[in-house]
């Protein structure tokens, strides 16, 4: 891989965009591929990034075509999870054959769903960032911004991915990103799952940012047995999560973004699909395989599909 590698972000939202503009306020060539209002913006008046302490204006590339990542040495796959197998399809063409790609989503088994659609090496990064699109073009910071960056063990063995890791982890320091590399990134994935199966729904439904959430009693304990019973899910998976170590992020997690709402409500307000499937729902459906119990992760499930699927009050 080269010293400073190009860059392509499939699925240019808040975190893709994020992400990009740092890497190219840092000097990296950084390429968007995303939805036309926000292609045009950006071509137009460049992103935006408003952060509390500062705000850019960077100049960058942004396509809508997926060909946008043709001359890429690095993918950022930055979709919504239930899109992953399209983007991987879309892309899979115009990708070089030494490309490497990195998913920054939600859920624990994206990583695996593109490397069934592309040969290149897959690796999987846990993405802490509160951020949000205020605008076409414009990108909004909420709270810490860091990565966490591992090869998935089924694809350990592909050709470039144990000796990717360190440099693309160092193309993301340079950007001012803190970017630590896990020897074990799936209980770093399944420790985001069961943060995000704290927040995410509650968020929605409670129309909540997340301070408020964890301040309120009865809340907090709804949260703590989501926790818990996604733990049990994530042991019966081979996956060891100390539950005071957990509960503690959770709550640190609170405190660091209070004024972030999840992005499955920032999707239920703006009528988007949203990736609950990959969230409670994911739990809920490998409990029941694995005979485990998850009843408050099957009702935040089914109460966010029913927000989603429309407003008897609207």
């Known amino acids: 891989m080269t010293v400073n590698p190009a860059v392509a972000v499939m699925g240019a939202g808040a975190v893709g965009c994020y992400y990009g503009g740092l890497l190219a306020l840092a000097g990296t060539p950084v390429t968007l591929v995303g939805r036309a209002a926000h292609v045009d913006a950006i071509r137009r008046s460049g992103l935006v990034i408003e952060r509390a302490e500062r705000r850019d204006i960077v100049a960058l590339d942004a396509t809508t075509d997926a060909s946008g990542v043709a001359s890429a040495d690095v993918v950022l796959v930055c979709v919504k999870s239930p899109d992953t197998t399209a983007?991987?399809?879309?892309?899979?063409?115009?990708?070089?054959?030494?490309?490497?790609?990195?998913?920054?989503?939600?859920?624990?088994?994206?990583?695996?769903?593109?490397?069934?659609?592309?040969?290149?090496?897959?690796?999987?990064?846990?993405?802490?960032?509160?951020?949000?699109?205020?605008?076409?073009?414009?990108?909004?910071?909420?709270?810490?911004?860091?990565?966490?960056?591992?090869?998935p063990r089924a694809l350990a063995q592909r050709t470039g991915a144990q000796e990717s890791v360190a440099p693309i982890a160092a193309m993301f320091e340079r950007a001012g990103v803190p970017c630590p590399v896990a020897p074990d990134i799936e209980a770093a994935l399944w420790t985001k799952l069961v943060i995000n199966c704290a927040f995410n729904a509650v968020s929605a439904l409670g129309r909540a940012r997340y301070g408020r959430m964890a301040?309120?009693?009865?809340?907090?304990?709804?949260?703590?047995?989501?926790?818990?019973?996604?733990?049990?899910?994530?042991?019966?998976?081979?996956?060891?999560?100390?539950?005071?170590?957990?509960?503690?992020?959770?709550?640190?997690?609170?405190?660091?973004?209070?004024?972030?709402?999840?992005?499955?409500?920032?999707?239920?307000?703006?009528?988007?699909?949203?990736?609950?499937?990959?969230?409670?729902?994911?739990?809920?459906?490998?409990?029941?395989?694995?005979?485990?119990?998850?009843?408050?992760?099957r009702a935040l499930h089914a109460l966010v599909k029913l927000r989603e699927a429309g407003d008897d009050l609207a």
């Open 215 to 297: 301040a309120h009693a009865a809340t907090r304990e709804l949260m703590a047995a989501a926790v818990r019973e996604s733990l049990a899910v994530a042991r019966a998976s081979g996956i060891t999560l100390d539950e005071a170590q957990m509960l503690a992020h959770v709550w640190r997690a609170a405190d660091a973004m209070a004024t972030q709402y999840s992005s499955t409500a920032q999707d239920i307000l703006r009528a988007k699909p949203t990736e609950i499937d990959m969230l409670n729902g994911f739990v809920a459906q490998r409990a029941q395989a694995l005979g485990v119990e998850a009843p408050v992760n």
């Open 87 to 151: 983007a991987a399809e879309a892309i899979r063409p115009h990708l070089r054959p030494d490309a490497i790609l990195v998913s920054l989503q939600n859920g624990v088994d994206n990583a695996p769903r593109l490397a069934a659609v592309v040969p290149q090496a897959v690796l999987a990064a846990v993405v802490w960032v509160g951020t949000y699109l205020e605008g076409p073009g414009i990108v909004r910071h909420t709270g810490r911004g860091d990565l966490v960056l591992g090869v």
